[in-house]
């Protein structure tokens, strides 16, 4: 019996890549360069399974006729860049990699917090470029984070762990907006309070951090009157989706004065980051590393393998989305 056939979209780990190599009739993206639509619809009508990340975008043009792909297997935890009623029409199963990119995430959200406020960015790039003339009391003054108050959009697995190390590890006030009711004795495992509206949540906080799915009713979520309706000495941070944040009404909103300042992991068209975002000091920009650390991604890349090898023995897939 000849094994499924199953294409790699970009380079994953070795040791993921070794054991999908050991199971399936793989084909690799040996130079890891992003793949073009045409060249993802092809994988679609030649491979039994296609294993896509983030920066693989399949909407649902990709989909229409007869398709041989059977499964996505997808690299990450958000699927807002496949479409999934279109998957779902054609048969197609796919799934994600939950739980275990909770950590690094809430790590790194935590990391951009820190860096805005203490102006960390701008004083790595004095240094270098060996522009820095000493100390001095007014230099580089930013803003203290222990005691203040961060509000959190989306109270899953990460914003959770974000709540835990900013409430027990800077002592920080949690507030937080989720669509559904939170039990106050689980908020309370991370010193949160539910509020009722964003709007509350961003009345009284001096950060404001996404940890919500991208795509459909979360798009533009921080739309021009939301940043408006925050501190004018709050900073908003994003390790969530790009499409979250409207990225033209963000950029105004930090040239005008209206926040303080961002930390982004990620953006509304990815890699491009406008000029006018990268032009900025009071905003620290990561190149999308929220799950960049070798622990997380291998295990995200075996959370796939775990899914493709379930669906082609006939089992339910663990991590099933459609």
Known sequence: MSRPRILVTRRWPSAVEAVLSERFDTTLNRDDAALDAGQLREALLTYDAVLPTVSDKLPAALFEGAIRSKILGNFGVGFNHIDIAAAKEKGVAVTNTPGVLTDCTADIAMLLLLSVARRGGEGEREVRAGAWTGWRP?????????????????????????????????????????????????????????????????????????????????????????????????????????????????????????????????????????????????????????????????????????????????????????
């Open 138 to 322: 007014t230099h580089l003054v930013g803003t203290k984070v222990t005691d203040k108050t961060v509000g959190i959009i989306g109270f899953g697995r990460i914003g959770r762990a974000f709540a835990q190390r900013c409430h027990f590890g800077f002592g920080m006030d949690v507030v937080f907006y989720n669509r559904s009711a939170i039990d106050p004795m689980e908020a309370s495992r991370y010193g949160a309070m539910q509020l009722q509206t964003v709007e509350d949540v961003l009345e009284v906080s001096d950060f404001v951090s996404l940890h919500c799915p991208g795509g459909a009713e979360n798009r533009h979520l921080m739309n021009a009157a939301r940043l408006a309706a925050m501190k004018p000495e709050a900073f908003l941070i994003n390790t969530a989706r790009g499409d979250v944040v409207d990225e033209a009404a963000l950029i105004s909103a930090l040239e005008q004065g209206t926040i303080r300042g961002a930390g982004l992991d990620v953006y509304e068209a990815e890699p491009h980051v406008p000029e006018r975002l990268r032009a900025m000091n009071n905003v620290v920009l990561l190149p999308h590393l929220g799950s960049a650390t070798e622990e997380t991604r291998t295990a995200m890349g075996m959370k796939v393998v775990d899914n493709i090898t379930a669906f082609f023995a006939g089992r339910e897939p663990p991590d099933r989305v459609v």
